[in-house]
């Protein structure tokens, strides 16, 4: 089941992804963009692979992926986490949510590129700082999602579990969560990338580490190759991460959830 689960999930991906690297390679042609700076996709492969230097810029790349994984992980889950939380305690208090649903999509609509720095102030540059400028990315979007979904359980079920005995905790618990799954990881599916884009703007403006600087010091120092070996490797590491979700959400749904 689960061999079966990762082609459905990841077959579609693949010619996805080829014509991503053709389309890669067929812009640079058209536009007559010099091989010095844009970098077609078997240079990228002879930066990481064949050439003699290509363990030292593997490590380089791959020691600083590392760090932007961690980061988006970070987000990612206090995001995730904190839209579950918030979502729940809107459905049980309908008060609550007309009081703050307001504050919250106001918050979103200031960039976060200016908010950075006053994050970073507030809580610095290290990890705390990084899961709030990620968890912001993730949070929002998934908090709609997260609460429609909530929203969306049967009225019958419902009306079957208060007919028992049930309270609005019971309903939300026995009901409304398995029936908010799909949208749960449609969130997280959404949220997977964002919250790289999100360790991005973290190591770009407060932390200084991870690729998002390493992209900055390389286009500083002219060197286009790691530039465009760093893109192409957070790029598969947002996809894989994708496809990973895909995975666990077809699992989880063919087991726990009554929409398959």
Request: zero cysteines.
């Amino acid at each position: 089941m689960i061999g079966r689960t990762v082609l459905r999930v990841v077959g579609p991906l693949l010619p996805s992804v080829l014509i991503v690297v053709a389309a890669w390679w067929l812009f640079l042609e058209a536009f007559g963009i010099s091989p010095l700076v844009g970098k077609r996709p078997h240079q990228v492969w002879e930066y990481l692979f064949t050439v003699p230097e290509a363990a030292a810029h593997r490590d380089a790349v791959f020691g600083a992926l590392g760090i932007t994984i961690r980061d988006a992980a970070i987000g990612f889950t206090t995001g995730m986490v904190a839209a579950v939380v918030v979502a729940m305690t809107f459905v049980l208090f309908r008060t609550v949510e007309q009081t703050f649903m307001p504050v919250a999509m106001l918050l979103r609509s200031v960039p976060l590129v200016v908010m950075t720095p006053l994050i970073t102030l507030v809580f610095g540059r290290d990890l705390l700082g990084v899961a709030v400028i990620g968890g912001i990315v993730v949070f929002f979007p998934a908090l709609v999602n997260i609460a429609f979904g909530l929203r969306s359980a049967s009225p019958q079920a419902t009306d079957l579990v208060m007919a028992y005995g049930g309270t609005r905790t019971t309903v939300l618990r026995k009901v409304a969560v398995p029936t908010a799954m799909p949208s749960v990881f449609a969130s997280a599916r959404i949220s997977v990338p964002s919250s790289i884009i999100g360790a991005l703007i973290a190591e770009w403006l407060a932390t200084g580490q991870g690729i998002g600087a390493e992209i900055l010091r390389a286009i500083g120092g002219f060197r286009y190759d790691e530039v465009w070996a760093d893109i192409v490797v957070v790029t598969s590491v947002s996809i894989v991460a994708y496809a990973a979700v895909g995975v666990v959400e077809s699992l989880v749904l063919a087991r726990f959830s009554d929409t398959r």
